[in-house]
């Protein structure tokens, strides 16, 4: 609204225009706009005030669209709300559903594991399409005024949720195996923050890492968990920042997150950290961080404590292996679950990695020569990545996979019309074959072996030591394994495709568990 007074004895003109609520935080709270027309002539006074009435509703406009906000405090105490209420009903429904079977908990879990991947898809793409009509409600709820999708505010406010949603995946997955720790985000009101110093003249975090990757481009098998440690590392920080007012605190913050939230290994601790100072590196060189900043130099563990520290896999003894496999809650699973039951007995059988199985497809299954062998490839159309070019290979399905009628299972599949050989299992940031891991781990841990130093891959360990136990030469057992060649000769001179699976199936076949395939065949 816009009107002429006369203000002064001079008749002096004055134009006035009421402030929208929605944006008078713009104007330090003021309800009004006032401005001298500096004319005593009424015509005048009123073409002037035409101009600066127009003037001020593109004024009013622009900011209604582009500058409605919320402060900090204001955005975590509506996530508070949203993460206690949330949190409440979670508790409610465990109060209330009854006792709750491993499996019900496992497919819980992966289903949290899915969603907590789409979160983190979300905030890396800068994608906020799936939470808007929450972050809506959650605004209406609030009784606070909406907020256009463009604004920089809402912008921050979805961010804020889909940090808010992982913190409460966290939380819950712990819920649900009956953790209750200290050290879970307390979900209170945060108190108003003291004012803010200017911000530096730098390139916030993220941008500097679009900038990194774009400069330095990787695999996506190296750049998508890269991505994803990044991601987390502004979380724990508290969000994205300008490069320069990153800490040696949050640095600090970081690395205890890594050692007593997530409970790394000093060795993982390590790496986590050389990535992010590797980031902040090469920011340095390009200019971005000046005076030779870098929160992270100086906080990885040394070599000598990494070594002391870290946890070495070893084989399991027969007798270990054979109570897991010879368990109920093992046998079960060829059909309950049978992506279980076969995946831990490729790893055993085959001495491949768990995500070399886990990514089979059904035509990875071959026969040549009246040898059935397993194609390890990484067909990326399949979503299938390897370690290293070593890593590709033909290894024969060992004789007890037939026996225990392993082929059977590959035809049925084939059969149903399935691409891939277990399709249950759906790709997370920790591969397809996460799920069968933790579910061994657990499996392991019920049968009373409580060493951590045991686990699914201690298959792999335990089958490559059997082979060179048995004398099958160093090369095959390192083609078997998928191994990079450690000499000269291996490296240039020997082609592993044009070698004969009769040779490969020999050196593979020495690896025995009698017992472990008697009872297994029991059951069949």
């Known amino acids: 609204m816009a009107t002429l007074f006369i203000r002064s004895k001079r008749q002096t003109y004055y134009h006035r225009s009421t402030i929208p609520r929605k944006i008078r935080q713009h104007f330090g709270g003021k309800v009004q706009f006032w401005r001298s027309l500096r004319t005593t002539n009424k015509d005048e006074a009123k073409a002037l005030s035409a101009q600066w009435h127009a003037r001020t509703q593109r004024v009013f406009a622009t900011l209604k669209l582009k500058g409605e906000s919320m402060t900090a405090p204001e955005i975590e105490r509506l996530i508070a709300r949203w993460m206690e209420s949330t949190l409440d009903e979670a508790e409610d429904f465990r109060a209330t559903c009854g006792p709750v079977s491993d499996d019900r908990r496992e497919g819980i879990h992966l289903a949290m594991s899915n969603e907590f991947d789409t979160v983190a898809d979300a905030l890396l793409s800068c994608n906020y399409v799936k939470v808007e009509k929450e972050a809506d409600e959650l605004l209406k709820t609030a009784s606070l005024p909406h907020l256009d999708h463009d604004s920089a505010d809402f912008g921050r406010l979805c961010r804020r949720l889909l940090r808010a949603k ?161 368990s109920n809650g093992f046998l079960s699973q060829r059909t309950a679950r049978p992506e279980r039951y076969w995946l831990v007995l490729l790893c055993l059988f085959q001495v491949c990695r768990r995500e070399e199985a886990g990514q089979l497809a059904v035509a990875d299954i071959q026969e040549e020569g009246g040898i059935h062998f397993l194609r390890i490839n990484d067909d990326a159309a399949l979503g299938q990545v390897l370690k290293n070019e ?135």
């Open 390 to 524: 070593g890593s590709r290979r033909r290894v024969p399905i060992h004789s007890a996979l037939v026996t225990l009628g392993f082929l059977d299972f590959v035809q049925r599949i084939r059969n149903a019309g399935h691409v891939r050989l277990f399709h249950t299992l759906t790709k997370t940031h920790n591969g397809y074959s996460d799920p069968v891991g933790k579910f061994f781990g657990r499996l392991v841990t019920k049968k009373g072996i409580a060493d951590p130093a045991v686990v699914l891959h201690s298959l792999r360990h335990g089958g490559i030591t059997k082979l060179h136990a048995a004398g099958v030469p160093h090369n095959v057992v390192e083609i078997l394994a998928g191994h990079a060649a450690q000499s000269v000769h291996g490296q240039t001179y020997v082609h592993r495709d044009q070698l004969p699976l009769s040779l490969l199936r020999d050196g593979l076949e020495k690896l025995r568990y009698e017992d472990v395939v008697k009872a297994l065949t029991a059951t069949a």
């Open 166 to 326: 992982q913190d409460v995946l966290r939380i819950e997955a712990d819920r649900w195996n009956g953790e209750y720790t200290s050290h879970q985000p307390a979900v209170v009101a945060s108190p108003p923050s003291p004012a803010t110093p200017p911000v530096k003249p730098s390139p916030l975090f993220s941008e500097v890492v679009k900038k990194f990757m774009a400069e330095t481009p990787r695999a996506d098998r190296t750049a998508k968990p890269l991505q994803a440690e990044l991601l987390k590392f502004l979380n724990t920080i508290g969000g994205d920042r300008p490069i320069m007012d990153i800490t040696k605190a949050d640095g600090r913050h970081y690395k205890e997150h890594l050692l007593n939230e997530r409970k790394l290994s000093m060795r993982t601790v390590s790496s986590r950290l050389s990535v992010i100072g590797m980031i902040f590196k090469w920011a340095e060189q390009q200019g971005f961080v000046t005076d030779g900043v870098n929160p992270i130099k100086g906080l990885a563990p040394s070599k000598k404590i990494v070594r002391k520290t870290s946890g070495k896999r070893r084989p399991f003894t027969d007798a270990e292996l054979l109570t897991v496999l010879s």
